[in-house]
Each structure stands twice: as structure tokens, then as C-alpha cells.
């Protein structure tokens, strides 16, 4: 694979910015850090996985809306099914402003790993 070891840094850099963003010290639980290194290399059900873990406080992660959200929603766009329905769930107990937020932070997300891929 062309820049193997550069894109990998770069993905690990990711995901570790991504898990010291997380507010629950018990967030480096292993099948987090898993979920968000596969979630990195663009894996739907990874995503799926967070949501779910974010939605039900799972795995080591404090319930938090805004990220399950933004989880449910990328895992939406890449065709996860189920996805979309636990999005669409949710949504109905966030405000406008969670939901935008949530919004923003999947954008950010792409952006963030189109930019490591690079």
C-alpha cells in the first residue's frame, strides 16, 4: 500500500486525538479504542458500534448524546440501515442545537480522516 506506514501514523494520530477528546477516563476500554481505530479506516459497523456505545453509556463511555449522533449518523451515510433508525431515535431527545452540533462533529470527523488519508 502506497505510504503505508505514513498513512498509518496518521490514522493512529486519529484515533488517538479522538479518544483523548473523550470526557470518561475509562474511554481507552479496548473495544472503544478498537471500534475507533476500525471507525478511523471508515468501517460502518465501527460506527454503528459507538453509537451504540454512546447512546447506552457502554463500553467504558458516558452516555452522551451528541456523539452517539454523530456516530449513528456516519454509520446512516454509509449504508448502515439500523443506523439511521437509532439516529432518527434519538434525534427525538436531543434539541436543534445537539443535533447541529452532532452534525458539525461528523463533518468534522470526514474532514479530519480524508485529510490523515491524504
Known amino acids: 500500500m502506497p505510504g503505508g506506514k505514513k498513512m498509518g501514523q496518521a490514522w493512529i494520530k486519529l484515533v488517538d ?57 456516519l454509520a446512516a451515510v454509509a449504508g448502515h440501515e439500523e443506523a439511521a433508525l437509532c439516529r432518527a431515535d434519538i434525534s427525538e431527545e436531543m434539541t436543534a442545537r445537539e443535533i447541529a452540533e452532532a452534525q458539525r462533529r461528523a463533518r468534522e470527523w470526514i474532514a479530519d480522516t480524508r485529510r490523515a488519508a491524504a
Open 17 to 73: 486525538t479522538e479518544i483523548a477528546s473523550l470526557d470518561n477516563a475509562d474511554a481507552t476500554d479496548l473495544l472503544v479504542a478498537s471500534c475507533l481505530a476500525a471507525a478511523a479506516q471508515g468501517d460502518c459497523n465501527a460506527y454503528f458500534d459507538l453509537g451504540v456505545a454512546f447512546s447506552t453509556a457502554g463500553h467504558g463511555v458516558a452516555c452522551d448524546l451528541i456523539e452517539a449522533h454523530k456516530w449513528f449518523n
